[in-house]
């Protein structure tokens, strides 16, 4: 079993802050410019969501792995123990096409753009550690020099569904 809502939304999530995907160093994946959507296109952050879930579900069963949508709105995929690495390929891709795709916002600009991000992942992390899943909170000034690179779900280990499911339903990831 695979979850990778967690996964899809920090990876836009450093799109958003490094405007590049987990590999700056590859080219990115080619995709007709009237097949990008931009950020500001949607009527909201979940529509914007909706859209990108749809097409990874599109994607990942185009790969040859059928796949759901949780109610916390991350993707679950059963993945046969002898898959895992062709599934683990097929999807970054999928992630690296969908970060083209889906633009995420554009950075903060000011130390107050910032400063929102940062508390939002700071309550989801007060919020995680109540619940046993305590990590490391950078400072504001480091949150900043690292380009906004921490995110408080780092701190969840690999856990079952249900786990997944209520820890998402009791600190919702911002």
């Given at each position: 079993?695979?979850?990778?809502?967690?996964?899809?939304?920090f990876v836009?999530?450093?799109?958003?802050?490094f405007?590049?995907g987990?590999?700056?160093?590859k080219?990115p994946?080619s995709?007709?410019?009237?097949?990008?959507?931009?950020?500001?296109s949607?009527?909201s952050?979940d529509?914007r969501?909706?859209?990108i879930n749809q097409?990874?579900?599109?994607?990942?069963e185009e790969?040859g792995?059928?796949s759901?949508l949780?109610?916390?709105?991350?993707?679950?995929?059963?993945?046969p123990p002898?898959?895992?690495d062709?599934f683990?390929s097929a999807?970054?891709?999928c992630?690296?096409?969908?970060i083209?795709r889906?633009?995420?916002?554009?950075a903060p600009r000011?130390?107050?753009?910032?400063a929102?991000?940062w508390?939002r992942?700071?309550d989801?992390?007060?919020?995680?550690?109540?619940e046993g899943y305590?990590?490391?909170?950078p400072?504001?000034?480091t949150?900043i020099?690292?380009n906004g690179e921490w995110?408080a779900?780092?701190?969840?280990?690999?856990?079952s569904r249900?786990?997944?499911e209520r820890?998402?339903?009791?600190c919702?990831?911002?």
């Amino acid at each position: 079993m695979r979850l990778t809502g967690c996964l899809l939304a920090f990876v836009l999530f450093l799109s958003a802050c490094f405007g590049s995907g987990p590999q700056a160093d590859k080219s990115p994946p080619s995709v007709p410019a009237d097949e990008v959507r931009d950020y500001d296109s949607f009527a909201s952050e979940d529509a914007r969501q909706q859209a990108i879930n749809q097409w990874l579900l599109d994607c990942y069963e185009e790969a040859g792995f059928p796949s759901s949508l949780t109610p916390d709105g991350g993707i679950y995929t059963d993945v046969p123990p002898d898959q895992n690495d062709i599934f683990d390929s097929a999807s970054t891709a999928c992630l690296e096409e969908a970060i083209v795709r889906f633009p995420g916002p554009p950075a903060p600009r000011t130390r107050e753009e910032w400063a929102v991000r940062w508390q939002r992942q700071v309550d989801t992390a007060a919020c995680l550690a109540a619940e046993g899943y305590e990590g490391e909170v950078p400072s504001l000034d480091t949150y900043i020099d690292r380009n906004g690179e921490w995110f408080a779900y780092q701190a969840v280990p690999e856990v079952s569904r249900t786990e997944w499911e209520r820890i998402n339903r009791v600190c919702p990831q911002p």
